[in-house]
């Protein structure tokens, strides 16, 4: 089996599209695999389709593919490799991926942070915070090393799940310190280093740094503004040789797409019949702005799946707890996992958050109503102070990931923005490996006049880019594209 990842010609040639009008037809064949390169689309080290199935696919001569390989190889996205074919690649000093994670240092008063989607606690927490209190006594007289975490808790993070239609027991549920840390959990639990993971491109930088840092080699899986690429999830699934591939079905970040029922299932076909096993983040799952039917949990069309949950964004990221389902009889090697570095979540944290979850498993009604009137705020203030940049609303998730113009690269425009008091993360950052640099995640988790005064100062660093006065890091600011 080859370890070089490939796209397949009918995923290329939707990727191209109609070259009809397209004089000469080599000319824009390359354009097009150039920008699907630079943006990501097409991962680089992806091998590209042979010139011959290429051919077959687009409805063009020969000729045609043959000179937009040499066009491509001449301008540094393509090379030929012995074994590989034509592999995607960048040009040298093209290829920009932040280094650290999503978070930069302390940010001053008049700094608006967007690197960070998540919103600030809602209503209730401080009456949430005095009655777990109440109820801390009844723990004090043990050790408080709760590693598989209050029971209370567990029980209302199964209850949830079945009540998505996933039927889970508390025995099925270990809390944890966040999803990250729920992260790391499962993989101790599950991988070797050098193991291979299939995961989704873009996606959440943060998880990718974990699986990095455990030593796994990673294989893109191409999510699209608009979705998932089915057809070639199955396909790359099938040719990855993975252990594990994980997720983010559930409002994708940084995309917003939702994986519908259909494909869910068919994706878990594909991954049973690999013997991947499917690691789910679920960590937006609650954030549905619109309402009405949800598809089933991944799990459910999946069931060696292993999913992962937090409450940073249904309640609160300062509570610090997550959880993770495990199929059942599976849960006793993510605690031998566990306990090597974390023996248990802060007990009361987990109390605090029983008592939300009481209130509402998930956002209340005000707090949807409150990310739905910044979402418009700032859809409409990109409209007015960055009206060439194109975005789908999705139905739900707390971020816009925009597409930018050509000239107006996002690791530039983020490093104007921070001149103009405004901290983004660009594009390349959530990308496997490079491109990404027309696409930008905007979280929407301020107050409305917030985010418009956001969008005003992304329209002026825009002003910045164009008039060559890129953007300078302040003192002991680092940037996070």
Known sequence: MSTVPSVSAARTARLVGDLGATRPAYRGLADALRLAVADGRIAVGTRLPSERDLTTHLGVSRTTVTRAYDVLRELGYLTSRQGSGSVATLPDGARRRGTGGLFPADVADDVLDLTCAATRAPAGVLEAYERALERLPSYLCGAGYLTYGVPELREAVADRYTARGLPTSPDDVLVTSGAVAGLAVVVRALLRPGERVVVEDPSYPNTLDALRGAGARLRGLPVDPTGWDVDEAVRAVATAGARAAVLIPDFHNPTGALLDDEDRARLGRALAAAGTVPVVDETIVEIDLEGGAMPLPFAAHAPTAVSIGSSSKSHWGGLRTGWVRAPRGALRSLVEARVTSDLGAPVLEQLVLVELMRRSPGVTTERRDAIVAARDALAAGLREHLPEASFRVPRGGLSLWCELPADLPS???????????????????????????????????????????????????????????????????????
């Open 411 to 481: 690791s530039s425009l983020a490093a104007a923005a921070e001149d103009e008091g405004l901290l983004v993360a660009a594009g390349p950052r959530f990308a496997l490996d490079g491109g990404l640099d027309r696409w930008l995640r905007l979280p929407h988790v301020l107050p409305p006049e917030t985010m418009g005064e956001a969008a005003a100062r992304l329209g002026r660093a825009a002003e910045r880019v164009r008039g060559g006065r890129t953007g300078r890091a302040r003192p002991g600011r680092p940037l996070v594209a």
